[in-house]
């Protein structure tokens, strides 16, 4: 009889006390033995004494919160690991509410040794959500759909830690999280991981609740940073600027939401006023019930955004230059 597969739940939390709780409370519902996993939560910087906070709840599983000075989640998650006592880790974010399966649909999958476990990051259905969360979670789901039709199959781009697990042997042996990521360090974790040789799969059915409950501001910012992240780990993958895909994808985009991306690099003081009135913009439409306009705005913002941080790291005339119509980037590529 095969062993059982123990997991060690790693999130780390940063002043969010009442999604961590309503996290903490739904493993307290899980349909998989209790004790066969742990919880480790890490309060990365703060006011919240969360420590004091958790002390005075009771859970049926095995729950230890641990502070450190505010260090960014990469550095938070690898003190989650260094806290694991299991052998296998479960990252799940703090504003993800797991399905009572969830923790078991990650088990039933690791029959095998040398694999990667990715569950869906599904719409909040309590929620009302902004324009930008909308737009997320429809990003999400068309990666999901495509995966679950066979498509396409998962590869370490749709590894996110908010809903992904993997035996903690292999982490380890590729060094585990690169804090030099503020953004996308699951991302790049997960292309160490996979060439390592690790299979990467999805789950549907391993679900979770997505909150995504962020701020226009720091949705736009994340934009920016997952733009400079994606330079960063292409030439520590390859020793190039961009995966082909992105420039690919990019001309397949709406014909204004790349003229708004072209304009925003060559003239960058006009983002301000550009996303100020985007943001109004999105936020009417969709009072209005035309949700899937103000969905198409926050794609050609977040666009925009992203093409910012790449022209952050390779510069506005390298950003233009792979931003134009195909004849001309293939001349600048050349």
């Not at 600027?241 to 304009?263: C, M, N, S």
């Not at 006009?270 to 209005?288: E, M």
Request: charge should be negative.
């Amino acid at each position: 009889m095969a062993e059982p597969i123990r997991f060690s739940i790693v999130t780390p939390t940063h002043e969010r006390p009442h999604s961590l709780l309503r996290m903490l409370d739904a493993l307290a519902r899980q349909d998989y033995p209790f004790d066969l996993f742990e919880v480790i939560v890490i309060a990365d910087g703060g006011a919240v004494d969360l420590e004091g906070v958790l002390a005075r709840r009771t859970y049926p599983y095995r729950l230890r919160a641990v502070s450190q000075a505010q260090s960014g989640p990469a550095a938070a998650r690898n003190r989650g690991l260094a806290e694991a006592a299991e052998p296998y880790v479960l990252f799940i974010d703090d504003d993800v509410l797991p399905a009572t399966s969830l923790v078991r649909q990650h088990a039933e999958m690791h029959g095998v040794a040398d694999r990667v476990v990715i569950g869906p990051l599904l719409a909040a259905t309590a929620a009302k959500p902004s324009p930008w969360t909308a737009w997320e979670w429809a990003t999400l789901m068309q990666q999901y759909r495509a995966m679950e039709a066979g498509e396409w199959e998962p590869t370490p781009r749709q590894f996110y830690t908010g809903n992904a697990s993997v035996k903690i042997d292999h982490v380890a042996a590729v060094g585990g999280f690169n804090t030099q990521f503020r953004r996308g360090e699951d991302v790049e974790l997960a292309w160490r991981l996979h060439k390592r040789g690790l299979e990467f799969v999805f789950n549907p059915l391993a679900e979770g609740e997505h909150l995504a409950e962020r701020s226009f501001e720091a949705w736009l910012s994340g934009a920016h940073e997952y733009g400079r992240t994606d330079v960063m780990m292409e030439r520590i993958r390859t020793g190039h600027d961009l995966p082909d895909f992105v420039i690919e994808e990019f001309q397949g985009r709406h014909p204004y939401t790349k003229l708004l991306t072209r304009a925003v690099l060559a003239r960058p003081e006009i983002w301000r006023p550009v996303t100020a009135s985007g943001r109004l913009a999105a936020l009417a439409i969709g009072r209005l019930g035309w949700e899937s306009v103000a969905v198409k705005v926050c794609s050609a913002l977040f666009t925009a955004g992203y093409w910012r941080g790449v022209a952050e790291r390779l510069g506005r005339a390298e950003a233009l230059a792979l931003t134009t119509p195909d004849r001309m980037i293939r001349e600048a590529v050349a």
